[in-house]
């Protein structure tokens, strides 16, 4: 299969690239784009060497498929053009994540709602993908009244610049600034841009994302999106209030059951989910599994990914997996 990986120069793009690789998806000739000041650099992919193209020759090269991580602008002009030439797009910005007429997926969810008349597919923001792999099969078993979650996001998750003025600090390097303050040795309550309402977009995003993807708009969610000096992996502190009751026990094993969830939960040795224990995993680790005793029916929980594969790279190829196999594309 011909297949695009637009921003492939970038983070997310060659954690794409490696993905795919490792996956050992069905990728017959690779077509990396990316801007026009990157055309013509090279891409090792699978042993063999590819030049980075522009998008209008990439289309021209009619892939199957198109899996784009090149921000939401790039996205909203290019990604309907490949879809128009026939090319279905899957889609890491959150560009179409809200549009009422694309689908929001996360495979272990809600990839049987995909058709092939999917042409423009979102993935979800890589915190929102982690804290639903987990949600997911709690709501279905003991149904969600309200959710309340903190993240602490590596700074991975802002790309180069942001791993560039971490090392930066850390080396007493001047480097082009990625947040309003230092981040080094630093937490920043300030992920993504602030809106009217007080919250962050990466807040508001956990907010409706969660919604969108349960297809339940009577969940209540609130959030608070916090930058950390990590490396790799989101780490995020939820707490749960379910319509009804449940049996400790019976929920960590259900978790432990559940597709892509990894539970890590044994605080008499000190194990429980880590960033540093999740980086270049695929899973989603869960751990720190404690009844909230300060109002009936009520968990606290910890889960842990890593924010550049299954929060973005690795659920992208995982969707495009699903459009194969189900003969999709
Ligand atoms: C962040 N979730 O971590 C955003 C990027 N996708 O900044």
Redesign the pocket.
Known sequence: MKVAVVGATGLVGRKMLQVLEERNFPVTELIPVASERSVGKEITFKGKNYKVMGMRDAINMKPQLAIFSAGGDTSLEWAPQFAAAGITVVDNSSAWRMDPTKKLVIPEINANTLTKEDKIIANP???TIQMLVTLAPLHKKYGIKRVVVSTY?SVT??GLKGINQLEGEREGREVKKAYAHPIDRNCLPH??SFTDNGYTK?EMKLVNETCKILNDDTIKVTATAVRVPVMGG?SESVNIEFKQDYDLDELRDLLAHSEGIIVQDDPAQNLYPMAITANEKDEVFVGRLRRDFSQPNSLNLWVVSD?LRKGAATNAVQIAEYLYKHDLL
């Open positions: 923001n890589c915190s996001q998750g802002s992920c993504d990466e989101h924010n």
